[in-house]
């Protein structure tokens, strides 16, 4: 099935640093990725949709120059965090615009297992 | 006013018991509706999937759909202390955007 790798799986890093997370799809081309952020104790909330080969579409309230979204290839799609700041730390997790269904075969959206960041 | 509107919880019940987990929305475009579950610093795995009203039994898992109501259910039988996580409900249009519930941390007590 539809198999998406996360990278990395934890970071910490200074305040001010920028951090790259690498999301790919292991089997199958994703022309869609789309960016979710978690806080603690609270639901993913979307910060923007990615397609291959064009700009990245953010959501009301999401500062596109602090979070920088690469889509470059059909396989491949990062996100960086730009001047990094203790309010940034999250969990942040990827996923395709890929569906597919495990019972009857229609498709549903794979997640990455996510990525927790820890700005100091 | 929130889109998905799911109970937080946290939720305790002794194993084996039956467990219920709702969301409400507002939104009537809702036509994809979806339960994950999370583990602790997890990304979330998809558990049921359902379109339009209806239900749908996987196992111990039935998921109901009533869009009339704007209610969807989750509901778990003969839990067991590996059912320990968070439970969040998801729902989208025709499109593949999501919109998830808070979600509800759910301890099950061996």
């Known amino acids: 099935g539809a198999v998406v790798s996360q990278h990395p799986s934890w970071v910490i890093c200074k305040s001010g640093t920028s951090v790259k997370i690498e999301c790919r799809s292991l089997?199958?081309?994703?022309?869609?990725m789309f960016w979710y952020r978690q806080f603690p104790k609270q639901s993913l909330m979307l910060m923007a949709t990615?397609?291959?080969?064009?700009?990245?579409?953010?959501e009301q309230g999401v500062e596109k120059d602090k979070f920088l979204i690469n889509h470059a290839s059909l396989t491949l799609s990062t996100l960086t965090v730009t001047s990094a700041h203790p309010e940034d730390s999250s969990f942040y997790i990827c996923?395709?615009?890929?569906?597919?269904?495990?019972?009857?075969?229609?498709?549903?959206?794979?997640f990455g297992a996510g990525s927790r960041l820890t700005v100091l | 006013q929130k889109e998905v509107e799911q109970d937080p919880g946290p939720l305790s019940v002794p194993e084996g018991a039956i467990v219920s987990l709702n969301c409400t929305y507002s939104?009537?475009?809702?036509?994809?509706f979806m339960w994950y579950r999370q583990y602790s610093r997890k990304g979330p795995e998809l558990l049921m999937y359902?379109?339009?009203?209806g239900n749908k039994e996987d196992g111990r898992f039935t998921a109901q759909v009533d869009k009339s109501s704007k209610y969807i259910s989750l509901f778990i039988r003969d839990s067991q202390p590996s059912d320990s996580a968070t439970y969040l409900c998801?729902?989208?249009?025709?499109?593949?955007?999501?919109?998830f519930g808070e979600g509800t941390q759910l301890t099950v007590n061996p």
């Open positions: 990615s397609n291959e080969g064009s700009k990245a579409t953010y």
């Open positions: 998801a729902m989208r249009t025709s499109g593949s955007r999501l919109t």
């Open positions: 996923t395709t615009g890929v569906e597919r269904d495990y019972t009857s075969g229609a498709n549903v959206l794979t």
């Open positions: 359902t379109y339009s009203s």
């Open positions: 939104n009537s475009a809702f036509q994809y």
């Open positions: 089997d199958f081309q994703a022309t869609t």
